[in-house]
Antibody
């Protein structure tokens, strides 16, 4: 059974960077795209981007372009999301979420399973 | 401001049927499948409906989805107290080349 386990909570100062990890198990790592979704306190869900663990290529949400980087380590079946130039509005729970199907057509997919979430707090 | 529009709240009494709407545009709902997620506070979302109206195994048939044009709906029949939580619609957006979500609907069971 596929499982995603994320790294622990982080507190960062404005302007700093944060790197969240998502360790996977229970499936063939390189077969399924991985997504990152965040949720600010009391707010809705926001898709941040996706990466292909096979080749390492990533696509990012337009509003986060230039600040977000998604990478992976195939030897440990772990994906990473780094967000730079942090501001208070980046305070949120960050989730990794695997594409349910191995299809490369994004519109025909959905997110399942999800990691447990990582709270990132940006405060001076 | 979310790309997909949902009512912020909805309510019903036990046993009742409630619907939650989700409005989008031709670049998202109008041309792609709609998903519905259920999120219990402090936990990760869980998919309730995929491909407009399909239920994953384990999701009760009290939950159903539909789509027409650039709008979609989630219907919950035989409302139960455990249904009181948050619901989000989502779809791929061809113009943005990314996933978009609704702002979420908090369902209250009176």
């Amino acid at each position: 059974q596929a499982q995603l386990v994320q790294s622990g909570a982080e507190v960062k100062k404005p302007g700093a960077s944060v790197k969240v990890s998502c360790k996977t198990s229970g499936y063939t790592f390189i077969r399924y795209y991985m997504h990152w979704v965040r949720q600010a306190p009391g707010q809705g869900l926001e898709w941040m981007g996706t990466m292909n663990p096979s080749g390492g290529g990533a696509t990012y949400a337009q509003r986060l372009q230039g600040r977000v980087t998604m990478t992976r380590d195939t030897s440990t079946s772990t994906v990473y999301m780094e967000l730079s130039s942090l501001r208070s509005e980046d305070t949120a729970v960050y989730y990794c979420a695997r594409a349910y199907s191995a299809t490369t057509i994004p519109s025909e997919n959905w997110f399942d399973p999800w990691g447990q979430g990582t709270l990132v707090t940006v405060s001076s | 401001q979310s790309v997909l529009t949902q009512p912020p709240s909805a309510s019903g009494t036990p046993g009742q049927r409630v619907t939650i709407s989700c409005s989008g545009s031709s670049s998202n709902i109008g041309s792609n499948y709609v998903l519905w997620y259920q999120q219990v506070p402090e936990t990760a979302p869980k998919v309730l409906i995929y491909r407009n109206n399909q239920r994953p195994s384990g999701v009760p048939d009290r939950f159903s989805g539909s789509k027409s044009g650039t709008s979609a709906s989630l219907a919950i029949s035989g409302l139960r107290s455990e249904d009181e939580t948050d619901y989000y619609c989502a779809a791929w957006d061809d113009s943005l080349s990314g996933w978009v979500f609704g702002g979420g609907t908090k369902l209250t069971v009176l």
